[in-house]
């Protein structure tokens, strides 16, 4: 049964439980904390305001990466972290997590020489042990504008090629939070906490609004812990002990092209001129080009992007490869989203702030994790169960944190001999079932080793939706996101469960309708919520 069919009776049911940890907020960090808790022998409830990766979670450049600019500012650590769990997150889900090789281009009066750029990635490559085979190589002139004729060749001088791990964020989030459910974890979206329960001037609970139905629900547990992101300012001012503002915003825009616009070969990642690098990376036929590094104080569900966004990242673009011709009426699609930095207290400019993590603890018990990066979630969740674990040892029989070797939703391929040949074999089934076969290749990259369900959905897809005018492709997998991945809304299936609305946006765009049926069928929805999720659709595709 689907999540959507089942929440209102595990809801009442979660109400009735004692936990041992709650976890406010379901972005990476979130999730992550809320797996390794359950692993050790925590039970434990996630609530989440809006759906799994819905904020910062969904909306990075999509990379999992040491942070190679972070060495300008010497933070050494924080590259050596990042840097080594980019392979430990590469073998927990492969079928999301890919290498990518990065051009580096050096330019004459860049921020950064060739012999600096040689030692910089030497180091990165040191700190994060990097495999042999994807270790830096330094590039001529030559080498470099060979791997990228379209490169202003009067500005470059030399290149270093390296390498990243691409994935896909929300998807990997989506995975957490599968991987947390099949391990007895109560995860619930669309659960605004609006209140902080206490016993004994000991925060042990929470009420939450369910934001679907207007229906509030309390929940309690031995440890409350804020990992809302962007978020955790309000949260924190929930408890009057805590500590304010911790967090100072920033906002990242990514934009998207047509492949035909900005055709590079590889993945680059280049010098801007104001101190800023920004990455132009190809997928699915795309290029995306991000990231803006602004400070930020507007609406935060929604970000938004400004005119000076869209040409500053254009602008940029043109400055690189100046044989295009790119316009601000090129842009197909984009996604912006916030950093939750740590406040400091120095004046820095935002791309100067650091981008480590930081735990509070307040003096009712909330437990509140803020700052970090993508890249690191894992190391991060690992320090605030080792806190709560001490908390609650007394209470339940723990384990060791195991989450650098539990394989995530989907990526368990080792067993079908590894993501190429599991693709290849799918394909196969895929086409024998009469789906395209661009088409079968995303799903079957994103779902993993759980491809079969996908294709069990599109063989047994319910009589009820096939009437609806789309193609069975598009129905069976709302469908598989609605059976397998906690679907609520066709925002959640649009761009967090495929990405459609960035890298697909022209081939999804003439189905709205079709989608707002198919959740009309299958969560029973009345006219005044189909005639809500409308307009809430139609504003998704306005770029």
């Given amino acids: 049964m689907s999540y959507a069919s089942q929440r209102d009776t595990l809801l009442r049911q979660d109400s009735n439980k004692h936990f041992g940890l709650i976890v406010i907020g379901g972005g990476i960090t979130g999730c992550g904390i809320a797996l390794d808790a359950q692993l050790r022998g925590i039970p434990t409830l996630l609530l989440e305001m809006r759906d799994i990766a819905s904020g910062t979670s969904s909306r990075s450049t999509k990379l999992i990466h040491g942070g190679l600019r972070y060495l300008k500012q010497f933070e050494f650590g924080l590259v050596r972290e990042t840097g080594r769990e980019r392979a430990v997150v590469h073998q927990l889900a492969p079928h999301i997590t890919l290498s990518e090789p990065m051009l580096l281009p050096i330019v004459k009066n860049g921020s950064m020489s060739k012999f600096i750029a040689a030692i910089g990635t030497w180091v990165y490559d040191y700190l994060a042990g990097v495999k042999s085979r994807e270790k830096r190589k330094v590039l001529t002139k030559q080498q470099t504008l060979q791997r990228e004729p379209l490169l202003d060749e009067t500005k470059v001088t030399g290149g270093i090629y390296y390498y990243e791990y691409r994935t896909d964020d929300a998807r990997l989030t989506v995975a957490l939070a599968n991987t947390a459910r099949n391990k007895q974890a109560a995860i619930h979206t669309y659960m605004k906490v609006v209140r902080l329960l206490t016993q004994n001037d000991t925060i042990k609970g929470v009420v939450a609004e369910d934001t679907l139905t207007g229906k509030t629900y309390e929940f309690y547990g031995e440890v409350v812990v804020n990992?809302?992101?962007?978020?955790?300012?309000?949260?924190?001012?929930?408890?009057?002990?805590?500590?304010?503002?911790?967090?100072?915003?920033?906002?990242?825009?990514?934009?998207?092209?047509?492949?035909?616009?900005?055709?590079?070969?590889?993945?680059?990642?280049?010098?801007?001129?104001?101190?800023?690098?920004?990455?132009?990376?190809?997928?699915?036929?795309?290029?995306?080009?991000?990231?803006?590094?602004?400070?930020?104080?507007?609406?935060?569900?929604?970000?938004?992007?400004?005119?000076?966004?869209?040409?500053?990242?254009?602008?940029?673009?043109?400055?690189?490869?100046?044989?295009?011709?790119?316009?601000?009426?090129?842009?197909?699609?984009?996604?912006?989203?916030?950093?939750?930095?740590?406040?400091?207290?120095?004046?820095?400019?935002?791309?100067?702030?650091?981008?480590?993590?930081?735990?509070?603890?307040?003096?009712?018990?909330?437990?509140?994790?803020?700052?970090?990066?993508?890249?690191?979630?894992?190391?991060m969740a690992e320090r605030v169960v080792d806190i709560v674990a001490k908390k609650v040892s007394s209470k339940y029989i723990l384990s060791v944190c195991t989450t650098d070797r539990s394989i995530l939703c989907g990526g368990d391929l080792m067993k079908l001999g590894g993501l190429r040949w599991h693709v290849q074999r799918e394909l196969l089934n895929y086409k024998a079932a009469g789906i395209p076969e661009d088409i079968a290749d995303r799903i079957i990259r994103v779902a993993g080793s759980n491809s079969f369900k996908y294709l069990k959905s599109y063989q047994l897809l319910p009589k009820s939706l096939e009437s609806i005018d789309a193609p069975k492709w598009l129905k069976a997998w709302i469908f598989f996101c609605d059976q397998y991945e906690m679907i609520c809304l066709p925002e959640d299936f649009v761009v967090r469960r495929t990405g459609s609305i960035y890298f697909h946006i022209n081939e999804i765009k003439p189905y709205q309708e079709a989608i707002l049926e198919c959740f009309c069928v299958l969560h029973q929805w009345d006219v005044a919520r189909m005639v809500q999720q409308r307009k809430a659709l139609q504003a998704l595709f306005q770029v």
């Fill in 227 to 379: 990992a809302s992101g962007p978020w955790v300012d309000e949260v924190d001012a929930l408890d009057v002990t805590t500590e304010k503002d911790k967090l100072f915003l920033t906002k990242g825009v990514h934009i998207v092209l047509p492949k035909e616009k900005l055709p590079i070969h590889q993945a680059v990642y280049f010098d801007v001129g104001d101190n800023r690098m920004v990455f132009a990376i190809p997928r699915e036929g795309k290029t995306y080009v991000g990231t803006t590094d602004t400070a930020f104080t507007g609406d935060k569900q929604e970000p938004g992007i400004t005119e000076e966004d869209k040409t500053y990242l254009i602008e940029a673009v043109m400055k690189m490869f100046p044989s295009l011709s790119l316009k601000v009426s090129d842009i197909e699609s984009f996604w912006s989203g916030l950093r939750p930095l740590i406040r400091d207290k120095k004046q820095k400019s935002p791309s100067a702030i650091s981008r480590k993590d930081e735990i509070f603890i307040s003096s009712k018990g909330l437990i509140t994790i803020a700052g970090g990066k993508l890249t690191g979630y894992r190391k």
